[in-house]
């Protein structure tokens, strides 16, 4: 069985969301992607969890006219909350089962 990662490029990410191979070094450098493959900024890969969390950045970012700091901040707290509420719907299903034994 052969699993494909879907990835996307630097420079087609530019395209597709209208920002600045500058904006893409700054998502990279502010933490909010990490590029999956590529040396140098052209050249850089993202796989699919990081493009989606990249474009929810850029749009962030041009909504509500946050700077690329406070956007970081932002995407970190929308990112503990999403582990958050896979944590919780894990541990209600434990329960569920827990107490379906009794």
Same mark, same amino acid.
């Given at each position: 069985?052969?699993?494909?990662?879907?990835?996307?490029?630097?420079?087609?990410?530019?395209?597709?969301?209208?920002?600045?191979?500058?904006?893409?070094?700054?998502?990279?450098?502010?933490?909010?992607?990490?590029?999956?493959?590529?040396?140098?900024?052209?050249?850089?890969?993202f796989d699919t969890t990081s493009a989606l969390?990249? #474009?929810?950045?850029?749009? $962030?970012? %041009?909504? *509500?006219?946050? +700077?690329?700091?406070?956007?970081?901040?932002?995407?970190?707290?929308?990112r503990q909350r999403d582990r958050?509420?896979?944590?919780?719907? #894990?541990?209600?299903?434990? $329960?569920? %089962?827990? *107490?379906?034994? +009794?």
């Amino acid at each position: 069985m052969s699993t494909s990662i879907m990835r996307i490029t630097a420079r087609e990410f530019c395209e597709r969301e209208g920002v600045t191979e500058e904006q893409v070094i700054t998502i990279v450098e502010q933490g909010i992607a990490r590029p999956a493959a590529g040396g140098r900024a052209r050249d850089w890969e993202f796989d699919t969890t990081s493009a989606l969390w990249m #474009q929810k950045a850029v749009r $962030l970012h %041009r909504d *509500l006219d946050l +700077d690329w700091v406070a956007t970081a901040m932002l995407v970190d707290l929308l990112r503990q909350r999403d582990r958050l509420r896979r944590e919780n719907r #894990q541990l209600r299903q434990q $329960l569920q %089962r827990f *107490l379906a034994q +009794d």
